[in-house]
């Protein structure tokens, strides 16, 4: 969760109603995460935080690194990797009012390090490249029945230099969850990580990311409560 506190903070009170404002208008459909000011929720959030890959990232010293946080929605991670000593931070979205909150939110924090911009990083490279990547709570059944996947993955090689911290569901059912035929699902390249009528998101990753060494990053006593997974690149 974000949590702001303006006492310690030498930031305008204008500045911070505008926040809240922006945020409470967003409503939890809209802010991933909960976000609190002066101790009082103004966001619910609906990602759930056991989805979360918080303990996934103690893997990753971000000392002196640059991220880039796709898909950041109020730059949840980019404030966390920040805190956790990233040089800079840099998250992109496609909804420009939830990157207006980011930008207000960074501002009110002093953390002229932590930028955002409204990037849809599937149609267009992004400026630079970074040493870190976070793709938190991206990958869904609509980026894989709507054939995303290869710009997801063609996003990540392109921008990350060294690490990157992947969330997935590990399978989906081809007709419950992402509610396509065998022969739709060939068409999207897909068939190969298809057995007994699931697609397996991991084998299709690691087939589509041969630069990339893979690390089941979420605790393997947590693997069976958690929904979302957490996976640990790093450049071979
Ligand atoms: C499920 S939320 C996850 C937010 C954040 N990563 C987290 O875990 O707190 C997905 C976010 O990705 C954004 N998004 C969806 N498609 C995108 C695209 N093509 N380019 C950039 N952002 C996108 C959405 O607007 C939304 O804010």
Redesign the pocket.
Known sequence: MLEINTEKLDCKKDDVSRLKRLLTELGSE?V??PVFIEGKQVCR?Q?FDED?PQHALKHIDFNNKTVI??????G??AFWAAGKGAQACFG????AD?IEAARLMAYVLGMQHVDFDV?????NPLPTQYDVG?????I?KATIAKG?LPAVVRAVDQAVTKEAIV?VRPRYHLQDDLARSEEEIADLQLAPFVHDGWFDLVACLKAWMPGWHFDMATQSDRLNRKFKYSLYLTRI
């Not at 946080?69 to 109020?74: A, E, L, S």
């Not at 992109?92 to 909804?95: E, P, Q, R």
């Not at 976070?134 to 991206?138: G, H, K």
Request: proline share 0%.
């Open positions: 809209r991933w995460r959030g990602g979360g946080d796709f898909g950041c929605n109020v949840h991670y992109v979205d496609v909804d939830v990037i849809n990083f599937l149609e976070l793709l938190v709570d991206f869904g995303r969330t």
